[in-house]
């Protein structure tokens, strides 16, 4: 998950993306001379997982001067709890303040993705999980958002940009939309079976059309040994993909001979969800999570001011001076 | 808000951002020379305000072939309903069939910043609101969530690029951060009246450091007519920002002599609290809302296939066939 | 629903069902020489309809004399309130104190089983509906069950037994058990319309083994305008049958051209489930009930001496006296 | 329990309280000459309390040709979990296709009451219980309702049909009638006493007319030692019978020096006021349970063909093949 | 209820009663010769009925000088709502700012059990109420309590104080205690006939020993019309005193022919109770109501000094200046 | 707590309290010549902690005649059970029937408050509490209140007579009425510091017109060492006193150097606030407590007469006889 290239845009270190309200701040601070050497710490309003932490670190490196810089951080992937420090930096107002909307923007919405995922990987317990998010969040986020699943714990994700940025292998199986422009399961299996390179596993989609047994052992008829697997995503509509719909399949499978065929399960799927089939014991071999990760709310990160010139301030509401937590290390 | 410049990157039109599993279906249809004509209808799954629509359109318009294609949609800002069809594309399958993801993620995200802001809005009774949403969402998409905020009814936001998009002029009062460095809520005023061209409207954050009433009245004794307004934003472990507060700061103004000094509202707003000033006729100037809205959750968006060549097609669990729906209107 | 037999059995008339204290209170009375006329009054504890009135009727008949007896009562199938009299006996105590169990048992039972038809029929707004409640109570209360259930507005039921008593046709579509016997639904459906006569209707269970949709079309393609119609009963662990399925079921017939072919809807009904489909407006032929009625608990009815010897008496905590009904009509 | 003569009516034998369904489904078997062995099961969809699995023996034993037949099951009285297989029938389908109405109906009714009778004996936690259900269900049913109860652990029932098909001896106190009849307790009492043969233990009911206590040490100073005890029904109108009643009259009986007056409990019981008795140790002899018992809900069972000419087969939804349960016992 | 000896005792009007900081307080304003005229206005936290002001007045009349001095209250009984001035007094600190603690708890308690009579009375529906809380509460406030009962909308009381402060005559039947004491209730009702004098109204209790309705026509036939009611009081034990029981008992002593004999209903009654006697239209004489009312929690009332000199003043959180209320009229 | 004087009031005494029932009954005893020993039990409806028993013993020993008489009784501060006997007297019913009215009330009040303050006692683990009750109820029962406070565990009380019931020291900090007439805090801290002796402790409240650390840190500045503490009682509408601010307030003075000021705490506090400072360890050196224990509600008490010249008795619905208790003491 090293040396990628930060998500930091022009307009992020233009500061187009930050308040105007900061903008005025700094234009009169600089007219009256005014550039303290102030300590910034943000924290989370709730538990979660950190993400972005490595790219905020780039953004501090290019701004603050070398000197007198101090900056103390949380680990990417860390825990974090309520109202913990996950950040403190120690510089030149005039370096950084524009970057405050950015910085609390990439920790809230990185750390909501991250959590996300985490949750997920909590109730699957020991089942790989895919981030298949991508459909659920503005273009611009996708690969940050799938970095952020990755980061979360998922094993993998849909993008092929967000896998880039985790540094792994993007997953997808043979998407649904193939069996309906193909017409039926049976040919778009042997379709893709036919074009794709040895290296991509054969998972086919199943239940797209007819009932999700009878494809199923249809097309593990086809593909024999070749076959990796089966994808499960029936619709709310017909009953949504439920751990007794698992077991029957596994039973129908197995009394067939397929016992090496996987079952692979998706669609609307949510923590409540999965641990239902951790439960119940369903033997699924990998979870894809969509809406959960890809539409997960960002995490409200607060930025105070903690000390002005070596004294300790703060906002009416909140206790002055620094925090102490013991689990930041200085990064920079 | 028109001839503005989409927010479609490059990285979109690659398709680094789609699903790799559509990478490969397109790949198996371009070797099996299959490209059949497809109507594809997108739908959310609970009701909103539609944003982002003129980017897909702009998207679409570059890729789909002159001829024979078909996109009809509602138009940007409009209420839909749970299910309804909100954009339906008839085109060549390989010309568009790797955006589904992009165009799904650009209504979600879109969709969920229009309905946060607009619900404000309806909470709000005719008091404007503003979006200050960019400290909660990634800086990539600060420009676009804006932009969507105030095609939900934001009359305006706070982020440099949202407003540009958007084509309003963006909203910032005086920073409680300047109060901070400068130790104290007079002289950041005096600073700020100084500094500030005589456009900029002089609107007091009030209740940094001291208490709301003593430190608006004292502010207005500063400025007297050139003062606008006071903000309040007091935190939640001070008791947060009430309507009895208003109607309290409203009566010490009104005593000492300052009925022109409006007063403005922020700090954890939501529409039910707003609810509760607007039953309590709190004679509050704007509302500022942060969370609420850079926060919201993006609504889940459908992608169906819905003809193919002419025929009525659909995925087990739902109806074949175009869906009707006389409120779209055609844009290409 | 006129002149059938009643359910009197030897062993009621011969008092076996009933309570032993009845037969030593009225062996005690004879050794005593009392034989008071008494009026006893017989009433609910919630509201319902009544069924099963007759056969007492046609018990009171054949033991009370016919001199100075009076019986007065509501008319089978009326709706009846909570606590009102549903049936007024006056006679010699000792010609009918032995039946006091059996007469509030049929009346328990039978009220229990049309007041469930009748939620059925309530809420399924003017679709008819089928009692198939002969696989959930004893064999030996079959009958009068699905006659109690006509009583209650079903248009018919599945007992053969049960049709008879009500006067109606016994309805049954195709047993999703021969399905299972004869290895898939395309021959089971060819033998069921090889081998039953032409007034037997040709309404095909579909989805037993594959996808309902699919397998209807197939049906539909085999019997063309002989098919009345099919039947779903999806278990439960797909999803069951719900208004969506309906909808898309039937859209599927119509643009196959099977305009004509009805859906009838079975499976774990119950008002509510009922009422979801009306609601939705899906187009339902009629509803097969299992469960719901003849599982449905029997009614509590009360027997309360109110008059001895032209006296008003009552037990502690009840109003002595005939209570007033200006709805019952004297029947003998 | 052994030895008594099962329920079997000839209505049931000649198939008349079968469903239509089925008897079509044979004749058109017959007609194909199809006849195959399968594997039949039956489960409940909830846990409760076997009854009525003799009966269904004797039935089936009548029916199905010695050669080739097995039938597994579980002992009647046996507790069963929820979807356990309680009886496996494995034979030709057309010797026993037709009861597969009857065997449900036989199992749903009579579990459902030996259910609701072990629910009130585990309350009862040691102190006897007696069925009074009689009142609450059709006389045709009423035998195998107390014979059911008997089985679920109740000591007795008051029904005589009841008590000879169970073995047991009838139970029944002073019916509370015999009191309205002859106008006061006492003359009630004397008349109980003065008339029944010795073996019939005096249990007088006491507050029909007057206060309870105040009647209950009146009658113990009429019979003396001859008094077995009372039995209190209170109307819920006048409070019901609470356990701080019982203290009080045990309390009352014993300062009048008649400790060996027992104390009887009936009226509107169920499982959860019994327990309240056994929680604040009320001093109770037995109680009399009519309607939890009498009008309990049968227990859903299912029948599924598993297995036909040795292959699993299973309705879509369900696994196919033979249930494994290591606690059913071959018995035929 | 006028020209009553107001209920100020000496510890009150010496301060006694103060808490100990007000007295503080006056002793420095006194060193420092500092005794400003003030406004203090007296609000409550919640809606009810306002008891005790003229009370208040008295007090106000001795310690106010004449000059100067300005008292604005609302009228005794008055309903007020959350929030209302209920008293404004204008005068020297000095001379009235001791007695802030009393007036307020004057106010409190008063309108407390005011308030809980008002619920009563709103219950009942035109039914007379009577309190009977002089059990309830420590008998220095039992005047009070019952006058402020009085006040609230109650037509009597039980204590021999409260009704002379409040210009009623006291109310009381018989009580249960000497049907105890005489060993049964025929003898006490005999007694308390043979020994009251002809005004005092006799209405006996029932139910103490035996049962109600046995007792009700027992002293009915022994009092014939000099019977004016009986009293119900079953205890809690014994199902409590109900709508039913009102029923029966009236239906009982109809057809005994003693309709002149009304009932008296009491125990354990608060409003939601009342209420369902209403509802049912039991036909009851009048209520009696002991712990709703003598332990009505008091109603917070809040003292606030809002003009100092002339000038509107508040403590941080309130509104200063003088509230406007029509409704309050000038007593002094 | 003890050798202070009984609050007996000569209208108690002379039964002006008492319901005029009681008066009616022992009219009437006396005229019968009938004046038995009885045993008369009091027992609580819930939970509590004892107060008052000692004043009850005053008036009982006043009232019984010496020989004969048996008194036992809980301790004053005890704590007692539901249904608990607190108080059993023996003795002839003429010399204290009377005072049932009143002995119920006291206890009913006193134990009311006194568990009220043994709630917060117990909330507060360790952290001293005051009763500042005296404005919430009646001046008539400020005295008995406030001991019954320190019964239940308060340190000590506002009330200048209650804390001479109590024999403990009142406890009263600087008003803040003060701080509003001298118009400033700054005035009145210097006014209460130079009037009030040494012994009187500094406890200065801030927030009343500005901010509570600024107010906090200005007055330490002052008074310095002479400064005790702190006292916060912010207005609900302001967000009330929280553990929050105590901890930054807390911060805040040490920064200043001003480790030696202690925090107090006031304004509707309640047991389950307390429980929050003490679950989040908010630094707190007192809490001053108003409504919770002024405005308690009284516990019911009730009488019952369990013997008659040796016999048991009791009224229909209770248990005859004494009730064993071996934590009573004999008193008198």
Known sequence: MTNREPEISRALLLGHTADIALHRALEILRNESINPEVVMEFSPEKPGVLAGINDVKTLLNRNLPETGREVWALDEA???DENEVVLR???PYASFGLYETAINGILSSSAGWATAARECVDAADGVPIVSLGAHHVHPSVVGVMDYSAVTGGASSCSSVLGARLAGVTASGTMAATLVIIMGD?????EAFD???PPEVQRVAVVGTI??????????SRMLRDRLRGV???TAQTRGGVTPDLVHELRARLDQAGYNHVDIFVSGDLDPEKIQAFTDERAPVAAFGIGFHIGAARPIKFQAKIKELEGRPVARRGFVPGITLNPRLTRVL
């Open 89 to 91: 930096v120690r510089g």
């Open 194 to 196: 036919r074009n794709m």
């Open 78 to 80: 860390s825990s974090f």
């Open 210 to 219: 007819g009932d999700e047994a009878i494809e199923a052992i249809e097309v």
């Open 185 to 189: 399961t049976r040919s778009a299996v």
């Open 231 to 233: 994808r499960l995503e």
